[in-house]
């Protein structure tokens, strides 16, 4: 019960940042309330919201599956509006046969079953004390007013009328709090997070309300494919940065891309992060190694990579991706009849895939060698593999360990049972 009351306060409160800041929202019911009746009707909002200068771009907040399906409709109300004349006093509004308001007060019972009796068209006994005459049942001249048109002199007709019509949108994505779409080809442009920090009213939760609502409209211009606004951010990172404090770069070589956006943080040092997208994705392990060389964490708001400082992408691409250092010449040495004798050391530059390749061959209990031009070699056991590259060498190991190896073949051993104890005999029992 406390988290929908928490989501749906969350969302009212997001929805009244928006409208504050010029967002139009879809299907919004303002809250009534009156002390002297004690009634009152909580404000609601279906959490669709769209924004003028945004075009193209739906901002959806808690939208659940129901909300979902009316996506692309009307939403329509029922109107009464004046239809054909009366049938029941032909278009006049008085009950020509009904007594008076003079002569119903004088003759109460009378009344009553002149009007209920006669034109509802049921039987009611008559019932025990002083039938009230209402005044609503009768003209001011005191001509009493018919029953099935109640002085109107017309039937009335119900008709609907849209009200206003629901963008194209899709419900929030499951594990997000709001999410902002493309109306035109229903792509999801960015979500987020932030229920649990927003729906509360304190300084906190104002703080926290103003960080989604800027998230929410970042992601719209960016959506609407509007430059990005200069804001000023109270967080840990810089969110929103100006056209003139970001600058984008990239780097590539053998088909892996680095692209840096550097954006300057607004607040009192002026320091500069590094926003870092590479393409395509590297794994699990190369990751890990990136984030302890430079430092870098995941920004769960703008899904990205960052580094609290400024880091150029060609010294990323140098780190993921070492360039190949020239060979020189080699001197004309004299012939080397073993290489193994005197193994060369590991060579200092070494691509990732060729790192995961010799750790994983370390790991499975092979001892490499290196030797002259990038050359190794694997040895486990009684396995051997020849000289050559690290792509090769492993391989070749592979395929080794998948051959089936003979067994050495032993001498039969012979079973030979043991000699009976023998049996003790009768003075040893001890009797005598």
Avoid at 115 to 120: E, Q, S
Avoid at 282 to 299: L, N
Avoid at 337 to 344: D, K, L, R, S, V
Wanted: include cysteine; hydrophobic fraction near 35%.
């Amino acid at each position: 019960m406390k988290h929908s009351y928490e989501r749906e306060r969350a969302q009212l409160r997001v929805g009244d940042e928006l409208a504050r800041r010029g967002w139009q929202r879809i299907g919004y019911s303002a809250g009534e309330s009156d002390a002297a009746t004690d009634y009152y009707r909580a404000a609601s909002w279906r959490g669709v919201a769209v924004h003028p200068d945004y075009p193209r771009v739906v901002v959806c907040v808690a939208v659940p599956d129901y909300v979902a399906r009316r996506s692309g409709t009307d939403e329509t109300r029922e109107v009464m509006e004046k239809g054909d004349p009366c049938l029941a006093c032909a278009g006049s509004g008085v009950a020509a046969d009904a007594l008076t308001y003079e002569q119903a007060r004088a003759t109460p019972r009378e009344a009553h079953h002149n009007r209920a009796d006669r034109d509802r068209g049921f039987q009611m006994a008559t019932p025990f004390g002083s039938i009230p005459v209402l005044k609503m049942y009768y003209f001011e001249n005191g001509r009493a007013k018919c029953l099935t048109c109640m002085g109107r002199c017309y039937e009335l007709r119900a008709r609907q009328e849209v009200v206003f019509t629901w963008p194209t949108f899709h419900a929030t994505p499951k594990g997000a709090f709001w999410h902002v779409e493309n109306t035109v080809h229903g792509d999801i442009v960015d979500r987020g997070t932030g229920m649990s920090r927003c729906w509360s009213g304190d300084d906190a939760g104002n703080l926290a309300l103003k960080e989604v609502v800027d998230d929410i409209e970042r992601s719209a211009r960016r959506g609407a494919g509007l430059p990005p606004l200069s804001a000023r951010t109270t967080g840990d990172t810089p969110e929103v940065a100006s056209a003139a404090d970001s600058t984008t770069t990239t780097a590539s070589r053998d088909g892996l891309t680095v692209t840096v956006e550097h954006t300057t943080r607004e607040d009192s040092d002026g320091s500069i992060w590094t926003w870092v997208d590479i393409t395509p994705r590297i794994d699990t392990g190369a990751y890990k190694a990136f984030a302890a060389r430079f430092g870098a964490s995941w920004s769960k708001r703008r899904r990205k990579v960052y580094i609290p400082r400024r880091v150029e992408a060609q010294a990323l691409l140098d780190y993921l991706r070492p360039p190949m250092a020239a060979q020189p010449e080699p001197p004309q040495p004299e012939p080397v009849t073993n290489q193994a004798t005197e193994p060369a050391t590991e060579p200092a530059s070494m691509d990732l895939a060729a790192a995961s390749l010799l750790a994983t061959m370390q790991r499975d209990r092979w001892t490499v060698e290196h030797g002259d031009n990038s050359q190794v070699q694997a040895r486990k056991g009684d396995l051997v593999t020849g000289w050559g590259s690290i792509p090769s060498v492993y391989a070749e190991a592979r395929t080794l360990e998948s051959q089936p190896r003979e067994r050495p073949k032993t001498r039969p051993t012979t079973c030979v049972a043991p000699a009976p104890a023998p049996e003790p005999q009768f003075g040893q029992l001890g009797l005598f």
